[in-house]
């Protein structure tokens, strides 16, 4: 699904290397590494914000310079860290912004749009929060209106920034196991940033990615074997 | 109350106001009048002559200033993530003066005709509309923004009063005339003019409903969602500058309105939408300056009114409010 070579990371001067070869779909990976080390940037390289310092990385065996900005937003869906703070916005109306990609330009919204922006809430079941305004839900309802959001741009990949940030253990648990699901049942790729390492250390499913401390760093795999201990050195020491 | 129902009151009060804006005044003129002054059009009969040169087209005039300049304010807040921007206070409306200005007082006779007006004003507004523009990719926050606004009205203040003493009398009455605002100097022979360029400002604007839409969750999010927020920034500001300088270029600068008509949509309809926003401060943006024509001209037997004073006094609280409500 994602195929990286020799990809490098940064802005203005390379924050990291890319050592794994493939991403794929159904999976869920969790990418975990200390502060200010790049995870924000490798998300935001992928969904086309961030250009690469170097390499190349190909979304369907197709090279990601050659995609538009709209056939990007067609195959790439990203929920950042922050959830945007808006007054008079409803949980409905914030889903069918997700729709965007495939409206014209006076925005006009299809039945088949409507149907599929509810049959997501449904899914979701965020079906009793939708005529209300965003700004008045909990994190954890936020969270959930920013994952349909992302559902609803109908991806094939979804990135996560930090999604499990500012939510208590049990919504977190519900996060990512819905996470886990939706990745099975659609078939999607997801992979999201976190320092929740307990947390997913719970699920077996989830695939492991570190962002190395030290002088070369890199994005690997991370074996489910390793000690606790020595993740910790590794990624965050 | 759902939202066509509250679009239908709002049309239903707009329909209320051009009538009381066309009933009022020194001189009593009925619907009959009205009616006789277009079928039956006679030129001696003075009531024909006001209904017909005089009230309709300043009737006009106010809907198109009210419904352009509350659009101009609406996308302002829009790209700007600022519900306190607006034309006037980000010093797009200065500009337009300052240019105005500078023209109308090098005695060069092109510049004090309609189109050197017209085209001195478009100019101020969209060189101003630039430079705001270029500082707000350095601003974070909502009052720096509107800082760097005032400054440049300020800046533009001070560059008009030096002009003005070097200006001859003629030319210093002229532009102090103009400054003053008034909605009753447009002929009809000036009216197309206005009403075309207004009306390609509005309908560009609707093809900015999905950016701007999307806009409204911020530009990271906005780029997720496939939109071009700098080619739709530079399009609203341009939609934007257009408006405001047609209109300050016929009206006079008009302050207050283009803050709280958006503001005042958002309170009523309670949604982001712009296909709702932009329809919302096109109706209410008219009612309005009917609304503040209207009180200028029932006072005008006793003492004439510019039009400013009257949107500024109506509109300052109204901002006050906002920002009580808002911020504090």
């Known amino acids: 699904m994602i195929d990286f070579k020799e990809l490098q990371i940064g802005y203005q001067q390379s924050l990291a290397k890319i050592s794994i070869s493939s991403l794929e779909k159904g999976k869920v990976y969790a990418l975990i590494g200390s502060n200010g080390s790049g995870k924000s940037t490798f998300l935001k390289t992928i969904c086309?914000?961030?250009k690469p310092f170097s390499g190349q990385f190909f979304i369907q065996n197709k090279n990601s310079t050659n995609y538009s900005r709209i056939q990007l937003s067609r195959q790439i869906s990203f929920v950042p860290a922050r959830f945007p703070d808006v007054e008079f916005i409803s949980v409905f109306d914030f889903?069918?912004?997700?729709?965007?990609?495939?409206?014209?330009?006076?925005?006009?919204?299809?039945?088949?749009?409507?149907?599929?922006?509810?049959?997501?809430?449904?899914?979701?079941?965020?079906?009793?929060l939708a005529e209300k305004f965003t700004n008045s839900l909990s994190d954890g309802e936020r969270q959930l209106c920013a994952v349909a959001r992302a559902l609803a741009q109908q991806t094939s990949i979804i990135l996560l920034d930090e999604p499990s940030g500012y939510l208590d253990y049990k919504n977190k648990r519900r996060l990512i196991e819905l996470l886990l699901t939706i990745a099975q049942e659609m078939n999607l790729l997801?992979?999201?940033?976190?320092?929740?390492?307990?947390?997913?250390?719970?699920?077996?499913?989830?695939?492991?990615?570190?962002?190395e401390v030290g002088e070369q760093r890199q994005i690997v795999s991370i074996d489910r074997e390793i000690a606790f201990e020595h993740l910790i050195q590794q990624f965050y020491e | 109350?759902?939202?066509?129902?509250?679009?239908?009151?709002?049309?239903?009060?707009?329909?209320?106001?051009?009538?009381?804006?066309?009933?009022?005044?020194?001189?009593?003129?009925?619907?009959?009048?009205?009616?006789?002054?277009?079928?039956?059009?006679?030129?001696?009969?003075?009531?024909?002559?006001?209904?017909?040169?005089?009230?309709?087209?300043?009737?006009?005039?106010?809907?198109?200033?009210?419904?352009?300049?509350?659009?101009a304010g609406l996308?302002?807040?829009?790209?700007?993530?600022?519900?306190?921007?607006?034309?006037n206070i980000l010093g797009v409306s200065t500009g337009s003066s300052l240019f105005v200005a500078l023209f109308l007082m090098t005695g060069v006779s092109f510049f004090t005709s309609d189109w050197g007006l017209i085209s001195s004003a478009l100019l101020g507004a969209f060189l101003f509309g630039m430079l705001i523009l270029f500082f707000a990719r350095f601003v974070r926050s909502h009052g720096s923004l509107l800082l760097i606004g005032i400054m440049l009205g300020s800046f533009s203040a001070a560059f008009i009063s030096i002009i003005q003493t070097w200006s001859d009398a003629h030319q210093l009455k002229l532009f102090t005339l103009w400054t003053m605002g008034s909605l009753q100097q447009v002929t009809y022979s000036q009216l197309p003019i206005l009403l075309i360029l207004s009306l390609v400002g509005i309908v560009a604007s609707f093809f900015l409903i999905k950016a701007l839409n999307a806009l409204?969750?911020?530009?990271?999010?906005?780029?997720?969602?496939?939109?071009?927020?700098?080619?739709?920034?530079?399009?609203?500001?341009?939609?934007?500058?257009?408006?405001?300088?047609?209109?300050?270029?016929?009206?006079?600068?008009?302050?207050?309105?283009?803050?709280?008509?958006?503001?005042?949509?958002?309170?009523?309809?309670?949604?982001?939408n712009h296909r709702i926003l932009i329809a919302g401060s096109l109706i209410f943006g008219s009612v309005f300056m009917l609304f503040c024509d209207?009180?200028?001209?029932?006072?005008?037997?006793?003492?004439?009114?510019?039009?400013?004073?009257?949107?500024?006094?109506?509109?300052?609280?109204?901002?006050?409010?906002?920002?009580?409500?808002?911020?504090?």
Request: contains cysteine.
């Open chain 1, 48 to 50: 086309g914000q961030i």
């Open chain 1, 95 to 128: 889903v069918l912004l997700g729709r965007t990609p495939y409206l014209n330009n006076r925005g006009i919204v299809s039945k088949e749009d409507v149907a599929y922006v509810y049959a997501i809430i449904e899914r979701l079941n965020i079906t009793h």
């Open chain 1, 190 to 211: 997801i992979l999201f940033s976190t320092h929740d390492i307990e947390t997913i250390m719970h699920y077996d499913t989830i695939e492991l990615l570190g962002l």
């Open chain 2, 1 to 71: 109350m759902n939202i066509q129902l509250k679009f239908s009151f709002s049309i239903a009060v707009l329909l209320v106001f051009i009538l009381v804006h066309l009933l009022i005044g020194s001189t009593a003129i009925s619907l009959a009048d009205y009616w006789n002054s277009f079928v039956n059009y006679d030129a001696t009969n003075t009531n024909h002559l006001i209904a017909h040169d005089l009230r309709v087209p300043r009737m006009m005039t106010a809907i198109i200033a009210g419904a352009g300049l509350s659009l």
């Open chain 2, 75 to 87: 996308l302002m807040q829009t790209i700007f993530y600022n519900p306190l921007a607006e034309p």
């Open chain 2, 216 to 272: 409204v969750l911020g530009q990271e999010n906005a780029a997720i969602l496939g939109v071009n927020s700098k080619q739709t920034r530079m399009i609203a500001i341009l939609i934007a500058s257009v408006l405001t300088g047609i209109i300050t270029a016929f009206c006079g600068p008009i302050a207050f309105i283009g803050i709280a008509v958006p503001n005042l949509v958002k309170l009523v309809f309670k949604t982001q």
């Open chain 2, 294 to 328: 209207s009180v200028v001209q029932a006072i005008a037997t006793s003492v004439i009114v510019p039009i400013n004073a009257i949107t500024s006094m109506i509109g300052a609280p109204f901002v006050i409010y906002i920002i009580l409500k808002r911020w504090s």
